[in-house]
């Protein structure tokens, strides 16, 4: 499975995410005309609603929330202020298939005894949904399954001595078996694609390593962390950053936190959870001791950390490097407790007071995730122009490498510069007049690449010692600076 970067190493789709459904979404797009970035955005604002639609299906179906509380809590979902500050990773926008993925689940656990076809109808797009979410976005379909995972082991330490509820799970297992036997085939021959693609890959480049892991471990301020541009806390969270120094970066991966509301509401519904002792539902009492303890597992508490035991012993947990992450995937089970903590304080007060503290109490929560930065910057148009502007490559050139840099502007500091300053233009080139480049950057890279650091005198040196051991014919460069594409000897 081979990229149009990287040439010609091999099986460099598994360097990253297959991002599988992006591309479904991205071709009916392109397929109509509309270009590749604009393209882009609208396949983004696709996944936003099927986040939207989702999670008003959990509220309305599954809590049983009123209508307004539902549309005000899908709305806090899609607008969530980290993913939004973490846009230019387009994949973790797919933190949106969670509710899906949950509302699947919980139709088909309800029609499975009672419904066949229609469970067996449920189960099977279900399990089609999860393989392809697998193979498009590992990260957070690996979240989910962590997060999920911690719920359940406390489910079965909160039921380790009642023997009704495991009899009921045994018999809704036999009478849900014909659903049960469609739909587990269906997702272990979905998961196939991901093994081919992804097992080859791992062999070649191995694993992230664990020093570098524990260097993207949140702290336990950083769930506070919405950035420096959102519109209520930007100011404080700058200020606080200038007092706290490195424990609270404005910037990078560490900026993945939630606003104080939904934070607030959430810790609102734990807290009454924990304390209604007469609630039979063990599954809502795991959930609101489990989700925080996931979090809790991945802090690093002034060095020290219980995520190694994760890393060791957790299936997937070594291809996980950006634990942070984690953080920005909590917005849908604590956007979900936030709506259960509103229910609790303004449903069924239908007194004016409370009408009007639970209209202002709405505004507010939508404002504070607003944020007035810009993540990513490019303009369709200028880009598009600046492609075709560059004109054809010459006839015989088969696969092409950078020169330089577009405008000889740099991107971020020098070390960020080195690595995607020409790398990210090659890749965006090469997809666009679908020639190979030997340029490219990913979460892994091809054993024996180094073609990085386009400003220093060696990187010439670099290019040439790499074609010569590739025996790599035809091939030209584009001098992005100049525009120039140039036939090499």
């Known amino acids: 499975m081979r990229t149009l970067f990287f040439y010609p190493a091999r ?8 991002y599988f459904i992006y591309g479904v979404i991205f071709s009916i797009w392109r397929g109509i005309g509309i270009n590749p970035f604009i393209s882009s955005d609208l396949t983004n604002i696709v996944i936003k609603i ?7 299906l959990i509220s309305f179906r599954i809590f049983r929330c009123p209508l307004p509380i539902g549309v005000l809590f899908s709305m806090i979902f899609t607008l969530t202020n980290s993913t939004y500050v973490n846009a230019y990773h387009a994949q973790l926008l797919s933190v949106s298939f969670a509710p899906l993925i949950t ?24 399990a089609i949904l999860f393989d392809c979410w697998l193979i498009s976005t590992f990260y957070t379909i690996w979240f989910f399954v962590y997060g999920s995972s911690i719920c359940f082991f406390i489910f079965l330490l909160l039921n380790i001595k009642n023997t009704n509820i495991f009899n009921e799970l045994l018999i809704w297992a036999k009478e849900s078996f014909i659903p049960i036997a469609v739909t587990i085939p269906t997702l272990i021959i979905g998961i196939i694609p991901f093994w081919h693609v992804y097992h080859f890959t791992s062999r070649a480049v191995g694993m992230h390593p664990l020093s570098e892991v524990q260097s993207y471990l949140p702290s336990l301020i950083d769930i506070i962390n919405v950035g420096p541009n959102n519109i209520v806390y930007g100011h404080f969270i700058t200020s606080l950053s200038l007092f706290l120094g490195d424990s609270l970066p404005i910037q990078g991966e560490k900026v993945m936190g939630l606003p104080f509301g939904i934070l607030l509401l959430s810790i609102i519904f734990i807290i009454k959870t924990m304390k209604n002792r007469k609630l039979e539902n063990k599954l ?18 002034y060095g020290h950390n219980v995520w190694r035991l994760l890393y060791k012993y957790f299936p997937g947990a070594v291809a996980v490097r950006v634990i942070s992450r984690y953080e920005l995937f909590l917005s849908f089970p604590l956007t979900i407790f936030a709506m259960l903590g509103f229910c609790f304080l303004f449903k069924n007060k239908n007194t004016p007071l409370y009408i ?21 910057g490019l303009m369709p148009h200028t880009e598009m122009l600046r492609l075709q502007q560059i004109g054809v490559p010459p006839k015989n050139c088969k696969v092409f490498y950078v020169l330089n840099s577009r405008n000889g502007e740099m991107y971020g500091d ?23 480049t030997i340029n490219g950057t990913d979460s ?9 650091g386009y400003r220093y005198p060696d990187y010439k040196n670099k290019i040439d010692e790499y074609i010569n051991k590739n025996n790599i014919k035809n091939i030209c460069s584009l001098d992005l600076y100049r525009m120039v594409w140039k036939n090499t000897p």
């Open 11 to 18: 099986d460099t789709l598994g360097y990253n995410d297959g």
């Open 50 to 56: 099927i986040g939207f639609v989702s999670f008003f």
């Open 103 to 126: 509302i699947l689940a919980y139709e088909f656990i309800k029609s499975a005894p009672s419904n066949k076809f229609k469970s067996c109808l449920i189960g099977c797009f279900l």
């Open 284 to 301: 809502i009492i795991s959930l609101a001791i489990g989700v925080p303890i996931s979090w809790f597992i991945t802090i690093s508490f």
């Open 356 to 376: 009007l503290l639970g209209v202002i109490v709405s505004g507010f929560l939508i404002t504070e995730e607003i944020n007035r930065g810009w993540p990513l």
């Open 414 to 436: 020098a070390g960020t510069d080195s690595i995607y300053g020409n790398n990210v233009d090659a890749m965006i080139i090469a997809e666009y007049f679908r020639l190979p």
């Open 444 to 452: 892994f890279m091809p054993p024996g690449w180094n073609i990085n």
